[in-house]
């Protein structure tokens, strides 16, 4: 398979964007969209710009420091964290940011979002993680920084992949989804912005119900792990 043009990734992006727009995930300006094209280049979405009228020109280019390399405009204020989580995850192509309102939600309230069923299970392997807190002064020395280091902490200290797991809820800010290219982080957004909405009527239903069985969960993954199907 040939590799992507410089304009095909960008219009994907552009693509992308318009599908979080589209959706209500992101209002006015907010969310953001990334994907690695090399070891230490990205293209990344610009700031000031709403997600659902860029065109591929407004696409930025930057390196492993946050440095624009192409573009007329600036990159997003979260490029930083996008940039921390490839370090991180090395097996991850895309990231994209959005504030959809369920997980969202759950990010406000300080939670992560449990896994109530086989619908959560067939694309991630147990809990949303929620980041903690940043400190004041993790704040005040590097925000969006702090922010991606916080994420890879949440997943260290839990000992969860990043591929079972494909996204993240940050403490009062929203959710972080990713995969291996733009395309399947937004899918995975889809996703979590969907279980999202199912916890939440779950605990309503039921405020004594419990996550997942554990053996269950792994059902759900070997089952998936063996067929494309999902009934």
């Known amino acids: 398979m040939m ?27 907010d969310g953001n ?26 696409i930025i280019k930057i390196d ?24 991180a995850f090395p097996t991850i192509g895309g990231v994209i ?16 979002i449990p896994a109530y069923g086989t619908t959560h299970a067939d694309y991630f392997y147990g809990e ?5 807190q940043l400190t004041a002064e993790e704040v005040e020395r590097a925000y969006e920084k702090e922010t991606g280091t916080v994420i890879i902490e949440a997943f260290r200290e839990r000992n969860i992949d990043p591929v079972a797991v494909p996204g ?11 995969g291996k290219n733009p395309n399947q982080a937004v899918h995975n957004a889809v ?3 969907t279980v999202a909405n199912m916890a939440y009527h779950a605990e309503q239903i039921n405020p004594q119900g ?21 009934d």
Not at 33 to 58: A, H, L, R
Not at 97 to 112: N, Y
Not at 128 to 132: A, H, L, V, W
């Open 3 to 29: 590799a992507k043009s410089p304009y095909e990734i960008k219009k994907e992006i552009c693509e992308v964007g318009k599908k979080i727009y589209d959706l209500g995930f992101v209002a006015a300006n």
């Open 33 to 58: 969209i990334s994907v690695k094209v090399g070891p230490n280049e990205f293209y990344c979405t610009p700031t000031g710009v709403s997600k659902g009228f860029m065109t591929p020109d407004m």
């Open 64 to 87: 492993g420091t946050g440095k624009k390399l192409e573009g007329k405009l600036n990159p997003s204020s979260d490029t930083a964290i996008h940039i921390e989580l490839y370090k």
């Open 97 to 112: 940011h959005t504030h959809s309102p369920w997980a969202t939600s759950w990010a406000q309230a300080g939670r992560g």
């Open 128 to 132: 949303i993680p929620c980041t903690r």
């Open 168 to 178: 993240v809820i940050v403490y009062k800010h929203g959710p972080f989804a990713w």
């Open 191 to 193: 996703v979590m912005e």
């Open 210 to 230: 419990t996550p997942i069985e554990q053996y269950l969960l792994d059902n759900t993954i070997l089952e998936k792990a063996s067929t494309t199907r999902h």
